[in-house]
């Protein structure tokens, strides 16, 4: 059963950068598998409803919420396993758990990010 971790998450100031990294693990199906099946970020901030940020589709091609264009910048290692959400000039509305996801395959558990000063 293949496994999503997230992690990088923490205390950021407004204008500040950051990496939140998905690491994808267990069974076979993991190898490979962001190049087999894409993977998402989504967030939830506190008291909304769960929004998609930003996709790649095992086609390589990217989707972007308006939110993101231009700040955020999703990736991925395969030979890792690892996708990765860069962010840049944070702000207080990018406060949200982010999950990171494979289509069909699993959730992440989430990490937290507080934007704050």
């Known amino acids: 059963q293949v496994q999503l971790a997230e992690s990088g998450g923490g205390l950021a100031q407004p204008g500040e950068s950051l990496t939140l990294s998905c690491a994808a693990s267990?069974?076979?199906?993991?190898?490979?598998?962001?190049?087999?099946?894409?993977i998402s970020w989504y967030r939830q901030a506190p008291g909304s409803a769960r929004e998609l940020v930003t996709r790649?589709?095992?086609?390589?091609?990217?989707d972007y919420a308006d939110s993101a264009k231009g700040r955020f910048t999703i990736s991925r290692d395969q030979t890792k396993n690892t996708a990765y959400l860069q962010m840049h000039n944070l702000t207080t509305e990018d406060t949200a758990v982010y999950f990171c996801?494979?289509?069909?395959?699993?959730w992440g558990q989430g990490t937290l990010l507080v934007v704050s000063s």
């Open positions: 790649v589709l095992s086609s390589g091609s990217t």
């Open positions: 996801m494979i289509p069909g395959i699993a």
């Open positions: 267990g069974g076979i199906r993991s190898e490979g598998i962001f190049r087999l099946y894409g």
